[in-house]
């Protein structure tokens, strides 16, 4: 079974703060994805990579950095939070096939963030 | 526009009853096409791939229709332990390799 983990499920940080969202997959997959989820909005890719050291923007990388020294673990970076990075944040990884099964994305439980 | 749009619901149905969901996608190089299941509180899981040719899954049941942009999921027979948030997922080729977009999905809760 693949199992993505996710290092915290619920965190409670002030406006200003720097957070650490770390991601680590079991599975030996390339590609790995950071979410946030907003009730009405769905899934909103915030930065992927497709291999080590390697990082792609994706549709709302604003305020974010991620880091992906090892294969397994892809951290998301909040450089300086904010209100209304308050949200659900999701890690996923998937094979990099160019079959339908690489593409299937495995989630992490989510880490619910909250900036006051 | 959205790329895609999906029915936010809920959709509230008793038990044993029949319920479809509807998906469009606005870019018609969208390759492959994919069902996930949310529950509450919970990360999403993939429920089942959709292929051209319709494909079946005990009494789930995905129609892909390229023409119109059009993806459906039918479930028959419903259980209360299918009340739960169901996200239509599209891949399209992107330089690079392939963008994954999601749905905002559709809820669903199935009474007794």
């Known amino acids: 079974d693949v199992k993505v983990t996710q290092s915290s499920r619920y965190l409670v940080k002030r406006t200003g703060e720097k957070v650490f969202l770390e991601c680590v997959q079991d599975m030996d997959h390339e590609n790995m994805f950071w979410y946030r989820q907003d009730p009405g909005l769905g899934l909103r890719l915030i930065y992927f990579s497709y291999d080590v050291k390697m990082k792609e923007k994706g549709d709302i990388p604003e305020g974010y950095s991620v880091s992906r020294e090892k294969k397994e673990r892809f951290s998301l970076i909040l450089e300086s939070a904010s209100t209304n990075q308050t949200s659900m944040y999701l890690c996923a990884s998937s094979q990099q096939t160019g079959g339908r099964a690489g593409h299937t994305q495995y989630f992490g439980p989510g880490t619910r963030l909250t900036v006051l | 526009r959205k790329e895609v749009e999906q029915d936010p619901g809920p959709f509230n149905v008793p038990e044993g009853a029949t319920v479809a969901f509807n998906c469009t996608y606005s870019n018609s190089a969208s390759q492959s096409f994919f069902w996930y299941r949310q529950d509450c509180r919970k990360e999403p899981k993939l429920l089942m791939s959709?292929?051209?040719s319709g494909n079946e899954d005990g009494r789930f049941t995905a129609q892909l229709n390229r023409a119109s942009q059009y993806i459906s999921l039918l479930i028959r027979d419903s259980k209360l332990s299918d009340s739960a948030t169901y996200l239509c997922v599209v891949n399209k080729v992107n330089t690079g390799g392939f963008k994954t977009i999601f749905g905002a999905g559709t809820r669903l809760f199935v009474k007794a």
């Open positions: 959709v292929y051209s």
